[in-house]
């Protein structure tokens, strides 16, 4: 059997036929443009969210040094919740911060 590299005419290499963009129907051009957008929405509210995550966890640490000022034996690792929630937020930063 010869083989044959063709050429779609819209430059995109092929030794038979492989669908590629300009072969989707517009309702697939339609869905594939959809989940794009949507993928760009939540990649910006995961920026927003991670933004406020790290204002928060900023906020927590100013707080943290006022109430040491305040009481010398507070320990902010001995401080339940509030620590609880500075390692999430550190986490939550590591995995969707910049
Ligand atoms: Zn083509």
Request: glycine content about 6%.
């Amino acid at each position: 059997m010869e083989y044959t590299k063709k050429m779609c005419p819209c430059g995109f290499p092929q030794s038979w036929h492989i669908p590629h963009e300009h072969d989707q129907t517009d309702r697939e051009k339609e869905i594939i443009e959809h989940f794009r957008g949507t993928y760009e929405e939540n990649q910006k509210a995961i920026k927003a969210l991670a933004d406020a995550c790290k204002a928060q966890h900023d906020a927590i640490d100013v707080l943290f040094a006022k109430l040491i000022t305040l009481d010398e034996s507070f320990l902010p690792s001995k401080s339940g919740k509030l620590w609880e929630a500075l390692l999430e937020g550190n986490e939550a930063l590591e995995t969707y911060g910049e």
